[in-house]
Structures are given as C-alpha cells and as structure tokens.
C-alpha cells in the first residue's frame, strides 16, 4: 500500500513537471508577443502598460523555473558564492569573519524550518486568492449580459476570461506549492534521526572535539602547575627563606604563561578538528571575558602589587582582622592569614578583599591575642572563667568542667581588659585581730601567720604551685589591727583561683586559733591583684 502511494505520488509530480514547462513554454511566447506590442506602442502609457506585463511574465518565468527545481531537489539548493558571502560579511570585517561560521550554523539549522513556514505562507495566500477570484467569477456570473452592445460584450468576454485565467494560474500555482511543500515534508522524514542517532553524531563529531579541547587545556595547564609546584618545593626547602621580588615576578610570568599556552593548546586542537564554529564561540568567549574585565583594571593593579609584596599588605606582617591581630603567613591568590597563639584560627582572603587592609611589622614581644583555649581569666566586670573556644567572632568562657559557658563578641571580650591568670597569678586577702594583740602586731604575729598559712597551703593539691607568700601588717583600722595576705601561685593551678582565695581565710582564722588570737566583727573584702 505504501509502495502503490508512492509510485502514485511521483506520477502526479511527472505530470506536473510537464505542465510547469508547458506554462513556461507558453508564457515565453507571451513575452515574445508581448515584446513585439512593445515595438509598435505608440503612446508612453501604453508602453508602460506592456512592459509592466512583461515584468510581471518574466518574474512567473522566474518562479516556475526554480518550482520545477526545487521540486526535484526537494527544495535544497547550492551554496552562495563565497565571494558573495565574504561581501555580506565585510563590516567590521576581523570580528564578521569569527562570527560568520556560528550564524551560519544557525541558518543552516533553521534553513528548513523556514522555508516550509515560506511555503505554508505561500498555500495560504493562494488557498485565499482562489477564494476570491472564485466569489468575484460567481458575482460575475450572475450578470445579464443580453443588454449589452457589442463592446460592452467583448469587455466582459474579456474580463471574465481574465479572472478565470488568473483562477487557473492560482490553482497552478496552489498545486506547485503544495506539491513543494510534500515532497520537503517526505525528504526531511526520510532524514530524520533518532534522538540516540543525535548523540552519537554529537559524541563522534563536535562533542569530541570539544572533550578533545578540554583535555589539552587541562593536561597543558595542570602539567604546567605540577611542574611549577616542583620547582618550589626545591627552591624553597629551607622554610626561613621568603621569596624574592624577582621571584613573585617569574611566579606571576609563568602563570599568566601557564593560561596562555593551555588556551593555545585547545585552539590547536580546534584548528586541527577544522571545527570554526567552537573556534569562534571560544573567541567571542575569550573577548567577552575580556571586555568584562576592562572595568577593573585599577583594582587589578592593587591586587597585583599585593600578590608582588610591594603593596598596602606584605607578606609576614599582621593585619587587624575583627580585631584579632592575623599574620599573612603567604601571598597568594587566596592569601592565608594565621595567629601564632590560636593554631587553629585560620583565614583565607582573595586579594580584593586583602586589598582593603593594611599591614605592619609585629614585635616578637607582641601578644597574638590576650588568651587561647585552656586559658583563665578574669574580666572588668569580675567574671571569671576558663577559655573554652576562640573563633574569629566569638570567645567562649565557661568553667573549668565546661559548664556555664558564656559567649562574648571579639570586640567586648577586648573591651573587658581580660586578665590571664595560666601565666601566673597573685591572690590578695585581708584579715584583722583583736586590738589586745597591740604589742605582737608589728613583730611576732605576721611571721607566725605566714608560716601557718603557708603549711596549711602546702597541703592542698595546689601547693606545689606556691611560689611565695607574705604577711603584711596594713593599717590599724577603727575595730581591728589588718593584715594584708599575699600569695604567688603559678598559672598551672588558675582553676584553683577561688579554692585558694577562700583557703588564705581558712588557715588565718585556725592560726589564730592555735594562738588564741581574738578575732574582731568586723572584716574586710577580699580584694585580687594579678601580675
């Protein structure tokens, strides 16, 4: 059945070949009648008259001659002359020359599609043309003609074979359309492919050029960066050793090198593969980044002088970050920034956020921070605590079990003055004894109150962190004689901090018991003072 459609289509399309050349035949002879009414019009409008019908005869000459061999072709056609092509792309010619190929993809790929909308516009026009030209013979019909004289008479005739003429040619024109039109439609379904035929047309033709490009950039660029990292690791074995001006310099070189020939390698295969489509994307790309680029210039040139070490942050000093002094241990594209005394605070910056800093050399005296993790401290406000967790942003004071734990910003842990008592503290009490002791304050009671005190400490967990202690006579108050209590702990046992400020009130009250020492009412607060 399918084969008997087909035999029976390409019978209908010999008959119409036929009748195309028929048509041409005929209307060539028009013209040759038509040029000989030329030669004898005597008047200029009747000139006109004739060479306008000429025209109109040459153009549907025209037409029906490409008809007949779009119909054969099944409506492809050659290539424009180059020379022609290279004329319609000669404005801005350099960048018409790299864009051609892509737009000419894109018409190719589109090429189809739009001459079946010509076509289907074409059935369109002539399906309503018919219609017209069929209403106006119907009108016409419909005309008395009995009345008529002998001119009026062969007017009509004429018109009415005029209307019926121009339908024929319609229904001519109809038919060569619609049958274009058919034979595109068969031509592109016996064409089609699979969308698994696509890919593999994909994978086989430019997506493997394309994989082809990709892999020599990154083989190129990677082996480059590899051989790069080599060349450090032996230059600069000795880690004391910083690198030279002249070498930041090679460094940026060999990179920007590095780009450039892993560029080239991709257009190299491009070239090869003769693939002038994805050359041409690759250099729009290319010029698109760059044209993007153009604008930041001046911001490029400060990261450059950064990344040099002759810029507004040079390598191994320290930057004020959140208020965290951080030393920039190496300039790089992302520079790392560390603090000696926190290991594990660490930062990464690019350079246009490096470039907002400053930096200065720093005293190998200088504190890193007032604290890290392990620490005690004591703040302004009276809170003490154990550092628990340092982050750029936040530290972390709890007890020494971790419980309680409080969090305080970097700028109002700063703020608060935090004393650090793991290098080594002093805790301070006062304690007073009966006016009746008068004549052993100054002589026998401070000696024996420091040796009980001190033997009394030695005996907690803590006292072999004692370094020193004393007994002072103060003043003589309005109720009391006051001593001033002195103890010199190392940083080991801060955590001990209250135990031992409440241990100096324990052994003063049971020295004097052992010496009958009368204690007053009245006391005084404890007051701490820290190295």
């Known amino acids: 059945m399918l084969a008997s459609d087909r035999d029976l289509q390409k019978e209908l399309a010999i008959v119409k070949l036929n009748d195309i050349i028929r048509n041409i035949k005929q209307q060539k002879k028009?013209?040759?009648?038509?040029?000989?009414?030329?030669?004898?019009?005597?008047?200029?409008?009747?000139?006109?008259?004739?060479?306008?019908?000429?025209?109109?005869?040459?153009?549907?000459?025209?037409?029906?001659?490409?008809?007949f061999e779009m119909i054969l072709t099944a409506g492809l056609e050659l290539e424009k002359d180059d020379a022609e092509a290279q004329e319609k792309f000669d404005w801005q010619k350099d960048l018409l020359e790299i864009v051609q190929p892509i737009l000419s993809e894109?018409?190719?790929?589109?090429?189809?599609?739009?001459?079946?909308?010509?076509?289907?516009?074409?059935?369109?026009?002539?399906?309503?043309?018919?219609?017209?030209?069929?209403?106006?013979?119907?009108?016409?019909?419909?005309?008395?003609?009995?009345?008529?004289?002998?001119?009026?008479?062969?007017?009509?005739?004429?018109?009415?074979?005029?209307?019926?003429?121009?339908?024929?040619?319609?229904?001519?024109?109809?038919?060569?359309?619609?049958?274009?039109?058919?034979?595109?439609?068969?031509?592109?379904?016996?064409?089609?492919?699979?969308?698994?035929?696509?890919?593999?047309?994909?994978a086989t033709g430019r997506g493997a050029t394309l994989l082809m490009a990709l892999v020599a950039f990154?083989?190129?660029?990677?082996?480059?960066?590899?051989?790069?990292?080599?060349?450090?690791?032996?230059?600069?074995?000795?880690?004391?050793?910083?690198?030279?001006?002249?070498?930041?310099?090679?460094?940026?070189?060999?990179?920007?090198?590095?780009?450039?020939?892993?560029?080239a390698a991709a257009f190299y295969v491009l070239s090869v593969r003769n693939d002038q489509v994805l050359i041409g994307i690759t250099v729009l790309l290319l010029l698109s980044i760059i044209w993007l680029l153009k604008?930041?210039?001046?911001?490029?040139?400060?990261?450059?002088?950064?990344?040099?070490?002759?810029?507004?942050?040079?390598?191994?000093?320290?930057?004020?970050?959140?208020?965290?002094?951080?030393?920039?241990?190496?300039?790089?594209?992302?520079?790392?920034?560390?603090?000696?005394?926190?290991?594990?605070?660490?930062l990464r910056l690019t350079l246009a956020e490096l470039a907002n800093y400053v930096s200065r050399p720093y005293s190998p005296d200088e504190p890193w921070f007032p604290c890290q993790i392990g620490d005690f401290v004591m703040l302004s406000d009276g809170t003490y605590g154990m550092v628990k967790c340092v982050t750029l942003e936040n530290v972390?004071?709890?007890?020494?079990?971790?419980?309680?734990?409080?969090?305080?910003?970097?700028?109002?842990?700063?703020?608060?003055?935090?004393?650090?008592?793991?290098?080594?503290?002093?805790?301070?009490?006062?304690?007073?004894?009966?006016?009746?002791?008068?004549?052993?304050?100054?002589t026998e009671i401070p000696d024996k109150m420091a040796n009980g005190i001190r033997e009394g400490l030695l005996q907690e967990t803590y006292g072999h962190a004692l370094k020193d202690l004393s007994v002072f006579f103060a003043k003589a108050n309005t109720s009391s004689l006051d001593y001033k209590i002195i103890a010199t702990f190392e940083g080991m046992v801060a955590k001990d901090y209250f135990a031992i400020r409440r241990a100096l009130q324990r052994y003063a009250v049971e020295v004097c018991n052992r010496q009958q020492w009368i204690i007053p009412f009245t006391q005084v607060a404890v007051h701490t003072r820290v190295d």
């Open 30 to 67: 028009e013209v040759d009648a038509k040029l000989q009414l030329l030669i004898k019009a005597k008047t200029e409008q009747e000139k006109n008259r004739i060479q306008n019908e000429l025209n109109e005869l040459s153009k549907a000459i025209v037409e029906q001659e490409s008809s």
């Open 106 to 202: 894109l018409r190719q790929l589109t090429e189809n599609k739009r001459k079946l909308d010509n076509l289907n516009k074409k059935i369109a026009f002539y399906t309503s043309q018919i219609a017209d030209i069929e209403e106006v013979l119907k009108h016409i019909s419909k005309v008395n003609t009995q009345d008529f004289e002998k001119e009026a008479l062969m007017e009509f005739e004429h018109i009415d074979r005029k209307w019926r003429g121009q339908l024929d040619k319609s229904r001519h024109l109809l038919e060569i359309v619609q049958l274009q039109y058919d034979e595109m439609i068969k031509s592109q379904s016996a064409k089609e492919v699979s969308v698994a035929e696509h890919i593999e047309q994909f």
């Open 218 to 263: 990154i083989m190129v660029y990677f082996s480059m960066l590899l051989l790069l990292k080599l060349l450090g690791w032996l230059s600069n074995r000795n880690e004391d050793q910083k690198r030279t001006y002249y070498q930041r310099v090679i460094k940026l070189f060999y990179h920007f090198l590095m780009a450039a020939l892993a560029v």
């Open 295 to 346: 604008s930041s210039i001046s911001s490029y040139v400060s990261e450059l002088r950064i990344l040099l070490n002759t810029g507004s942050v040079r390598e191994g000093e320290c930057i004020l970050y959140n208020g965290i002094p951080m030393q920039v241990e190496s300039l790089n594209y992302y520079t790392k920034l560390v603090n000696p005394l926190l290991p594990g605070l660490e």
């Open 396 to 442: 972390l004071l709890s007890l020494s079990d971790g419980t309680m734990p409080r969090t305080y910003t970097i700028p109002d842990f700063i703020s608060a003055s935090p004393k650090n008592f793991s290098y080594g503290f002093i805790v301070v009490s006062e304690f007073g004894i009966d006016y009746k002791h008068q004549m052993l304050c100054t």
